[in-house]
């Protein structure tokens, strides 16, 4: 059996962060999804999975209730549940940075198609960082990318102060998993006086997706945060690093 996986976030106010809460629970039960969502007054940030059609009414709520566009989300799949259990978390932010003056939805960097990214990340004049942890670099990453060495992505604000200068590095390109995490680093670099910030559009997923691996400028597999452990281009299935 395939099982479809919906990975999706959005920075949007959530008025009533509690209800929300119990709908999601109210609906992944009714249609046997598993997977994790946290909430957030912020936003929603999550994956799931389940049978097709149970994902599509999901994806269907989420685009009528909270206006999730194509951008907003990403579909893969797993040969068997990826997921052991279903949790629907109230946090502070649905990624978790400890910067009270980042909202994402004021201003983010600007966003680079994967068909760009690698002419992007080949100029000299561009700054290349991973914002990922650094277990997740060792497993794979994109040529001539800076790796911050962070544990968690509550010290990557600490690498940009101590590590980056926006006289000296004009131009930065970032990327993460999916790309949440680029909105509010771009967004802190924007505040921090970095003028010109890029970040992968859909994050490594979806260059993974779109891009052919005889084309592709990543080396490793891409960690995803479920039983699947990695996945490798065109999103297949993986356990341990690409050879």
Not at 57 to 70: A, K
Not at 126 to 137: A, K, L, M, P, S
Not at 152 to 157: A, D, I, L, T
Not at 201 to 216: A, T, W
Request: hydrophobic share 35%; net charge negative; aromatic share 12%.
């Amino acid at each position: 059996m395939t099982f479809t996986v919906l990975a999706f976030y959005k920075f949007t106010p959530i008025d009533n962060p509690i209800l929300t809460q119990y709908a999601f629970k109210a609906f992944t039960k009714r249609y046997d999804i598993l997977g994790t969502i946290l909430v957030a007054e912020e936003g929603i940030n999550g994956t799931i999975s389940g049978h097709k059609e149970a994902i599509d009414l999901f994806l269907s709520h989420l685009q009528g209730s909270f206006n999730f566009e194509e951008k907003d989300y990403k579909f893969s799949t797993a040969q068997e549940a990826p997921f052991p259990k279903m949790k629907v978390k109230l946090k502070k932010e649905i990624v978790t940075m400890k910067q009270d003056h980042v909202h994402p939805r004021d201003n983010v960097g600007t966003y680079v198609e994967p068909k760009d990214w690698n002419d992007l990340i080949a100029r000299d004049d561009v700054f290349v960082i991973d914002t990922r942890n650094n277990f997740e670099v060792q497993m794979g990453t994109f040529e001539n990318a800076h790796d911050p060495d962070t544990e968690c992505f509550s010290e990557f604000p600490d690498y940009v102060k101590n590590r980056l200068n926006p006289e000296k590095h004009k131009k930065i390109a970032m990327f993460c998993t999916g790309g949440i995490r680029c909105e509010k680093a771009s967004n802190y670099m924007l505040q921090a006086g970095f003028e010109e910030v890029f970040h992968l559009k859909g994050g490594v997923l979806k260059y993974l997706e779109d891009i052919p691996k005889s084309e592709s400028k990543w080396m490793g597999s891409c960690f995803v945060f479920d039983d699947r452990v990695a996945l490798g281009h065109g999103l297949k299935e993986i356990g341990e690093i690409e050879e």
